[in-house]
């Protein structure tokens, strides 16, 4: 079972809107090792697998991340 916990959904429909605009976001986030990282993404899609939310982003120069929703502690426009 995962300990997946899903986002409120204003939180995804801003996701949505940030990707439909092409909109650069500064993301906060914890990743799967218990680091915290903050950078400037380019979200692109958002995925469910395994019943889990993902945001799909790009790094500078063009690097895929995936970050699991429920990782995510803030992100805003740039």
Do not use: K, N
Request: proline share 8%; aromatic share 8%.
């Amino acid at each position: 079972m995962s300990d997946y916990h899903p986002i409120g959904c204003e939180t995804y429909a801003a996701l949505e809107i940030a990707i439909v605009q092409g909109v650069r976001l500064r993301v906060g986030w914890q990743s799967p090792d218990g680091r915290w990282h903050v950078e400037p993404l380019l979200p692109v899609d958002l995925r469910i697998r395994a019943q889990e939310e993902y945001l799909i982003a790009q790094r500078g120069a063009g690097r895929p991340l995936e970050i699991r929703l429920d990782r995510i502690c803030g992100f805003r426009p740039l």
